[in-house]
């Protein structure tokens, strides 16, 4: 390779990075008319002219440019080259909106990979990160949160040890904070997404990644419940995006908006931007995503009329959505939001068989949570049918509902929801005895729907309020257990010094015989003796058992911690069967790693 053509193609990725395309472009131009261009030099000079004009949205340029780079290198047998065109010529149609075709592209990319001998070259690292990259983000649009969170940050491990190509409009800095906010980890998200914010280039070349950024920052704050704030970036996402042209990107914002200020009950200005956003989807009319997502905004302000024929077209819309959008995302929140008309409704007359309607929306809307993997969506879609369970009295379904809610968001790290839907469940255990009592009298449904929060399950739902996070460590602790299935304790550690074991255990074992199936299939976590809470881990053949009161949640959090290192340290699970043979009781420091897990856990 030529010296002066090698430091000139150098030039060219740095001053990309800066954001000076038309100065970049100037280079690619003056490298072309250098002789004696080595084939690599050659091809590396057709990829910046093809990625250049990609980034700079000069789609038809781009695209002659990627046919001419794959061509060639395919002529000259140099795959990495392929490689470089096929991914743009993606990104291309993706933005073209023309997604089956990106979608085989991307495709045709990933299967060429597979067939390159592996190397360690930079050439072959910097290709290696933008696969990984690629499909971070496929996964995402999925509802495969995980797996795009690991493509993602292998991604970024490369990138950062500076495998960095610039085939793709974005970085896996950018991406993250979509997949956490999609995982429910808002302080994860918000902390990547400012992260991204503040290494974002400067120039007009970055100014989208920057839009969008401030778009999903915005998307986090709505969710935290911080109306304003989300307010303020969202306007700033809407105002790049118009100021570099347009964006496909566009329709979120004006969703976005549209959704905070009528939760902020500012229904003027809702309507206001819904005009602009009816303007921009005339002006856009093969604009894919506007066109999904107009309609949505239309019923969402319709529905937040007074007037009774606004809120019938609303329904309709959203029927049709439901009926024919393939974009899940549309059909979740319309379902989401019929869920919301009936559940009004069912307020006003108090008429039972509005159920009949709730339940095969709320049906649909679980079968689509597990089609797109969503684990945040699946639990709060539980927690609603929870609700429901409620509503029709049925306390032990209403019970398992919650259960596996909180244990499907525990697993996947959904801690903000966890903690929302333990506290649920901890109201439900409050007012046991009040819902008991429905049962025997002809209590209104009004009164139900009070007590059981509907409202705020459907706004939690809808983003529309915050989920509160439990606060840490504020439980008072009484007693910690571990026994078998029969009943007969192994080991117990008091937490106070005055109170009565006899009575409390006695409640406990009469409580524990009417639900122990419940509890053995993990149906139940916990159960309520007067003001104490029982939080109940099984480890077959055992059961950890910590009695509490207060919050379930931070409780909850260190049962599982101490069920676990009974299961991991042989010394405690050999002692607990030794105990079994003998009858013997384990004292906390007998075993000695008994005694450390307890404090450890529960008082350090």
């Not at 970024?156 to 950018?174: A, C, M, N, R, V």
């Not at 969202?234 to 329709?251: E, F, N, P």
């Not at 009484?478 to 010094?497: A, E, P, R």
Request: proline share 3%; hydrophobic share 40%.
């Amino acid at each position: 390779m030529s010296n002066s053509a090698s430091k000139k193609l150098t030039l060219v990725k740095e001053i990309m990075r800066e954001g000076k395309i038309e100065d970049a472009l100037q280079i690619v131009k003056d490298i072309e008319q250098m002789e004696n261009l080595t084939h690599k030099e050659t091809l590396r000079t057709l990829f910046h002219k093809a990625d250049l004009y990609y980034n700079s949205g000069q789609y038809k340029n781009a695209l002659k440019f990627t046919e001419e780079l794959y061509q060639k290198s395919q002529e000259k047998k140099m795959p990495l080259f392929s490689l470089d065109a096929l991914v743009i010529k993606a990104w291309i149609l993706y933005n073209l909106q023309e997604f089956e075709e990106s979608y085989k592209s991307f495709q045709q990319h990933e299967n060429l990979f597979k067939s390159i001998p592996r190397e360690n070259s930079p050439e072959f690292q910097e290709r290696e990160a933008e696969l990984l990259l690629q499909k971070g983000y496929q996964n995402y649009v999925s509802g495969n949160f995980d797996l795009a969170l690991d493509y993602c940050n292998k991604s970024l491990i490369l990138q950062e040890q500076g495998h960095t190509h610039s085939s793709s409009s974005f970085s896996p800095s950018e991406l993250l904070p979509f997949i956490y906010l999609a995982k429910g980890e808002l302080k994860l998200a918000l902390e990547y997404a400012e992260k991204a914010l503040s290494s974002n280039p400067k120039g007009e070349y970055y100014l989208v990644n920057k839009a969008n950024i401030y778009r999903v920052i915005g998307v986090i704050y709505q969710e935290k419940g911080d109306l304003n704030n989300a307010l303020e970036d969202q306007k700033r996402a809407l105002d790049i995006y118009m100021k570099v042209g347009g964006s496909m990107w566009m329709a979120w914002s004006y969703l976005h908006i549209i959704q905070v200020l009528l939760t902020k009950k500012e229904f003027t200005l809702a309507q206001n931007y819904l005009k602009e956003f009816k303007q921009y989807s005339k002006e856009n009319v093969e604009d894919w995503l506007s066109n999904n997502l107009y309609p949505l905004a239309t019923a969402l302000v319709l529905k937040s009329s007074s007037r009774m024929r606004d809120r019938v077209e609303a329904e309709t819309i959203l029927k049709k959505i439901v009926e024919e959008s393939s974009f899940i995302f549309l059909t979740n929140f319309a379902l989401m939001n019929l869920c919301d008309w009936y559940f009004e409704e069912f307020r006003i007359s108090n008429q039972m068989d509005i159920l009949d309607d709730i339940h095969p929306l709320i049906d649909h809307l679980q079968r689509n949570a597990r089609e797109t993997n969503s684990f945040l969506f699946l639990a709060n879609t539980k927690l609603f049918q929870a609700k429901l369970a409620l509503l029709q009295i049925n306390l032990l379904e209403a019970r398992k509902l919650l259960t596996e809610a909180q244990l499907i968001a525990d697993e996947h790290d959904l801690q903000l929801l966890a903690g929302a839907i333990s506290k649920e469940h901890d109201l439900l255990l409050d007012e046991l005895k009040q819902w008991e009592s429905f049962k025997k009298t002809q209590t209104p449904v009004s009164e139900r729907i009070k007590l059981a929060s509907i409202d705020d399950v459907m706004k939690r739902l809808q983003g529309r309020r915050a989920i509160e996070v439990p606060e840490a460590n504020i439980e008072e602790p009484i007693l910690l257990l571990i026994m078998d299935k029969s009943g007969v304790t192994y080991f117990n550690h008091s937490f106070i010094g005055d109170w009565d074991f006899d009575d409390l255990f006695s409640s406990f074992m009469s409580a524990f015989n009417s639900f122990s199936g419940e509890i053995f299939s993990k149906s139940i976590d916990r159960i309520k003796i007067g003001e104490n809470t029982i939080l109940i881990n099984p480890i077959e053949p055992f059961l950890a058992c910590y009695i509490i009161k207060g919050q379930s949640y931070p409780a909850q959090q260190k049962l599982t911690r101490f069920s676990d290192a009974i299961k991991a340290t042989t010394e405690i699970w050999e002692a607990l069967n030794r105990a079994v043979k003998t009858s013997e009781m384990l004292e906390l420091n007998n075993p000695p790693s008994l005694g450390s897990a307890v404090n450890e856990i529960f008082i350090s």
